[in-house]
């Protein structure tokens, strides 16, 4: 679109206050202040008639000029601000639609972001309730563990002092198995020795016993003697005599002392 000027002569810069004011004029606008009343210096003075026509002629055909330039400039600017206000239309809509898409990209993202927020909210609640249920768990544990320690420790010592025992045990044992060997060894030998004891009272007793018969003999013999001599007295033979004194040396035979001293020799070797 092409931009009004209203100037006169070579200098853009230099107004054409008499266009100005025609402009003014035609388009039934206020003409300002200063150009209400035209200076004598804008007015040239004509040497006739004929050059004035002429010059206010041209004059008006340069307005009109300018006023059909202005038209159609005014026109292509309508035609284009039609153009561009309904491309502003166009594209006010699509942003409309746009905000509007964006509005509710921007209310689910809110609820997303709410519902992430809860979510998140919980997520922690839960997470907190976990550590401090681990952390409970943690020193729980580590009290355990130097429980476990210590009694590992007491264990240890235990095992220690069970080794001593051990040891201890082991050596006496030796020694125990050492004397029961001893003893065991002098408890044979006192066996043997009680075996010939008792085979020494087995001989004892039957030397009592045949003792004892030969008594009973003798003094049936006596008996048996004393009738004879008392029916028919004689002098005595000399195996008769014989007889008589085997049977008192046999009686006179110390029988208790012998069994006394073989109980004595057998209690003394049992409890040596």
């Known amino acids: 679109m092409r931009k009004l000027k209203v100037c006169s002569g070579e200098n853009p810069y230099e107004l054409d206050y008499s266009a100005i004011y025609w402009t003014c004029v035609t388009n039934n606008t206020a003409v300002p202040n200063s150009l209400s009343v035209m200076d004598g210096n804008m007015i040239p003075k004509f ?4 050059e004035e026509i002429d010059f206010w002629k041209t004059l008006s055909l340069k307005y009109k000029k300018n006023y059909k330039e202005a038209q159609e400039e005014l026109l292509e600017f309508q035609e284009g601000s039609r153009e561009l206000e309904s491309e502003l239309e166009t594209q006010l809509g699509q942003a409309e639609h746009r905000i509007r898409d964006l509005q509710a990209d921007n209310g689910r993202l ?7 927020k809860e979510k998140l909210e919980y997520q922690y609640t839960q997470s907190y309730k976990q550590i401090s249920v681990l952390e409970d768990d943690l020193s729980q544990t580590r009290g355990i563990k130097e429980q476990l320690h210590k ?19 082991i050596t006496s044992l030796e020694d ?8 065991i060894e002098r408890n ?25 018969d ?14 004879t001599r008392m029916s028919a007295p004689s002098s005595p033979t000399p195996d008769n005599d014989k007889m008589d004194s ?3 040396a046999s009686l006179s ?12 020799a057998f209690t003394s070797q049992t409890g040596g």
């Open 47 to 50: 040497a006739s008639k004929d």
């Open 110 to 116: 809110q609820h997303e972001l709410d519902s992430l």
């Open 151 to 169: 009694y590992v420790r007491e264990l240890e010592q235990s095992n220690d002092d069970l080794e001593r025992a051990k040891r201890a045990t």
């Open 176 to 183: 125990f198995e050492q004397r029961l060997n001893q003893a």
């Open 188 to 212: 044979a030998f006192l066996e043997s020795e009680l075996d010939e004891k008792e085979s020494l009272l087995v001989s004892v007793q039957r030397l009592k016993d045949e003792a004892r």
């Open 214 to 227: 030969l008594r009973q003999e003798l003094a049936v013999r006596e008996t048996r003697s004393e009738v």
């Open 246 to 248: 085997a049977v008192q």
């Open 253 to 264: 035979l110390p029988a208790t002392p012998l069994s006394k001293n073989l109980d004595n």
